[in-house]
């Protein structure tokens, strides 16, 4: 089975600088996924690691440390546009297949 | 290319209709699933498949069938609906597993069921 455990809530200033957490726990690791979902909305792929290490892309940046079972994601220069929730998932091995797994998402409100 | 599309987008059930929610994918993806999404509760696997004809359960599949008769596909069928069974569905797709092949998700579908 798999575990995976990220803050219900957080808050933030426009411009400022976010760092989601999340832990896991999961058989077969196959990779960590990092989703933006705004309100009403589907979810939407910002990025995935593998590896460990930091994966910068333009004002997001993702860390993963398997030994750990550690992730963040870290969001720069705040915009408005970013109050949404984010979903860590995690694929792992389920059957023949791997398969991922969602967290509960957090859910992150910017204000000005 | 539409992606993956969900049909209908907005469904109202009384408890023990049936109905059938089509998911429907364009990108010759092997891999489709369905969750559904609620309030607290992040997005919980129903079902899956890794292929035409083939199925598989996921977390939360009791009360739930589907079918993967067409590899651009996948029905989620509610055969006697409940009210612990209102939530919003959402239908995604892979390529296959590998961590590149993102899943890409339909705009969801909207069930309350009374």
């Known amino acids: 089975g798999q575990n995976i455990d990220q803050p219900t809530e957080m808050t933030a200033t426009e411009g400022a600088i976010v760092q989601i957490n999340c832990t896991y726990q999961?058989?077969?690791?196959?990779?960590l996924f990092w989703y933006q979902q705004h309100a009403g909305e589907a979810p939407t792929f910002l990025s995935y690691?593998?590896?460990?290490g930091l994966e910068e892309k333009g004002r997001f940046s993702s860390f993963l440390s398997r030994s750990k079972g550690y992730s963040y994601l870290l969001l720069k220069e705040l915009q408005m546009k970013d109050s949404a929730s984010y979903l860590c998932?995690?694929?792992?091995?389920?059957?023949?297949?791997?398969?991922?797994?969602f967290g509960r998402g957090t859910s992150l409100i910017v204000h000005p | 290319n539409a992606g993956v599309t969900q049909t209908p987008k907005f469904r109202v059930l009384k408890t023990g209709q049936s109905m059938t929610l089509l998911c429907a994918q364009d990108?010759?993806?092997?891999?489709m699933y369905w969750y559904r999404q609620d309030p607290g509760m992040g997005l919980r696997l129903i079902h899956y498949?890794?292929?035409?004809?083939?199925?598989a359960k996921g977390e939360v599949p009791d009360g739930y069938n589907v079918s993967r008769l067409k590899k651009q596909n996948f029905l989620l069928g509610l055969e006697s609906a409940a009210p612990s069974q209102t939530s919003v569905y959402f239908c995604?797709?892979?390529?296959?597993?590998?961590?590149?092949?993102?899943?890409?998700f339909g705009p969801g579908t909207r069930l309350t069921v009374l």
């Open positions: 498949s890794v292929g035409e004809g083939t199925t």
């Open positions: 995604a797709s892979t390529l296959g597993t590998s961590p590149t092949d993102t899943q890409y």
């Open positions: 998932a995690v694929s792992g091995r389920s059957g023949g297949s791997y398969i991922p797994t």
């Open positions: 999961t058989s077969g690791f196959n990779g």
């Open positions: 690691n593998v590896l460990d």
């Open positions: 990108m010759n993806h092997e891999y």
